[in-house]
Structure formats: C-alpha cells, structure tokens
C-alpha cells in the first residue's frame, strides 16, 4: 500500500511560480512511476507530468512543456513539480499518482490533491 501526500499549493499571480511536493510512503513507493495529475472545476482530469522511478525519464503534457519541471528523491520519497510562468488556466486541484506497473496506464495510488491558483 503506498499513501500519498501533497503540499505547495496556494495562490500566486500570473507569471509566477510555485512548487509542489508529493510525499510517498510505502516501502516500494521508490520503485514506482509517479505523476502529477490536475483538475480544474468544470473540467476532467488530465495528465500533467510524471517521472519513472530511476528519476531519468519525464515526460510532460504539451500544455505544460516548458514552463513545468517534475522531479524526484528517492532518498526522500518525494516528488516535486516546479512550476513557472504560471497561468491563470493552470488553476486545478493537483494530484500526485503512483503506478506499481511502471507504463504510465496504472495508477493505483491517489493522493487528496492540492489547490493551484493563479489570478489574472
């Protein structure tokens, strides 16, 4: 069983920056694929970005490309997103995710999310 906990996530004006960090415990969390999903009110989940589990390979939405960088600390069980050059459209609910296959299809594992803001 792998648990999952956001942080980071707040209000910020366009063009600014915020990071979000994504706590995973469970002894074989370091072996996972995790990502970062988003939902804005209104709207279906989407995929933003999500790193396998050496920490050598991201891919990225092409609505974030750019602006977003995910990353990860195995040694810490946590996973970043920095986000810069925000914009008032990136305002969601931000996910983290874990997926024990690996193939970016499963992910099994939610965390609660956490609010992104951006004002125009």
């Keep these: 069983?792998?648990?999952l906990v956001e942080s980071g996530g707040g209000?910020?004006?366009?063009?600014?920056s915020?990071?979000?960090?994504c706590l995973a415990s469970g002894r074989t969390a370091s072996s996972?694929?995790?990502?970062?999903f988003r939902q804005a009110p209104g709207k279906e989940?989407?995929?933003v970005a999500a790193v396998n589990w050496t920490g050598g390979r991201t891919n990225y939405a092409d609505?974030?490309?750019?602006?977003f960088t995910m990353s990860r600390d195995n040694a810490k069980n946590t996973v970043y997103l920095q986000?810069?050059?925000?914009?008032?459209?990136?305002?969601?609910?931000?996910?983290?995710?874990?997926?024990?296959?690996?193939?970016?299809?499963?992910y099994l594992y939610w965390g609660q999310g956490t609010q992104v803001t951006v004002s125009s």
């Design 45 to 47: 989940r989407e995929f």
């Design 83 to 106: 986000m810069n050059n925000l914009k008032p459209e990136d305002t969601a609910v931000y996910f983290c995710a874990a997926d024990p296959v690996g193939g970016g299809r499963s």
């Design 18 to 21: 915020l990071s979000l960090s």
């Design 11 to 16: 209000l910020v004006q366009a063009g600014g």
């Design 1 to 3: 069983q792998v648990q």
């Design 63 to 67: 609505a974030v490309k750019g602006r």
């Design 32 to 36: 996972y694929r995790l990502g970062w």
